[in-house]
């Protein structure tokens, strides 16, 4: 919590939240799914690096332009369900309920979705630019393609170059 509070000092004055995410509960509550379900055993900053992914994806034109467009982003069968681990995040098309259940948990990612939220549209980006991540326990191929930015706890963080 210091760590986002002096963040948030540091924020150029007159910055604010883009109204239509912060002001969107629908949005927040994606972005906390991802974090809950991708980082919840991760540090505060290893969660933000987490959200920040999906909100550097959202202004890539290679994906879609919201954070729920970015998150449930996945093959469909020919019906429009997920095809079974054709997911960008995997947690969304694993077969499992995706419905939190520590929430304790969830309060936290609530939070920290909000927090990433405003961090990254000041200007503070901790994974610079990173539009992928993994965990350290995989070797992913298409991880050959990008560049290598950084591990924050046990996630290492990649971005496109071109």
Not at 119 to 125: N, Q, T, V, Y
Not at 133 to 140: A, D, E, I, L, Q
Request: with cysteine; net charge negative; glycine share 6%.
């Amino acid at each position: 919590m210091k760590l986002i509070v002096l963040l948030l000092a540091l924020l150029p004055l007159g910055v604010q939240a883009q109204a239509d995410i912060m002001d969107n509960p629908k949005e927040v509550e994606c972005l906390a799914k991802n974090i809950y379900f991708e980082a919840r055993n991760q540090s505060h900053t290893g969660k933000i690096a987490v959200a920040q992914v999906v909100l550097n994806r959202m202004i890539d034109e290679r994906f879609p332009e919201s954070i729920c467009g970015v998150i449930y982003q996945a093959r469909l069968t020919s019906s429009g369900q997920p095809i079974r681990h054709k997911c960008h995040f995997s947690w969304f098309c694993d077969g499992l309920s995706d419905r939190p259940r520590d929430r304790a948990a969830w309060l936290d990612a609530i939070d920290v979705a909000r927090d990433s939220i405003l961090i990254w549209e000041g200007g503070f980006d901790i994974t610079d630019g990173s539009t992928h991540y993994h965990t350290t326990k995989v070797n992913p191929r298409w991880n050959r393609e990008l560049t290598y930015i950084n591990t924050i706890d046990d996630h290492m963080f990649w971005r496109w170059e071109g």
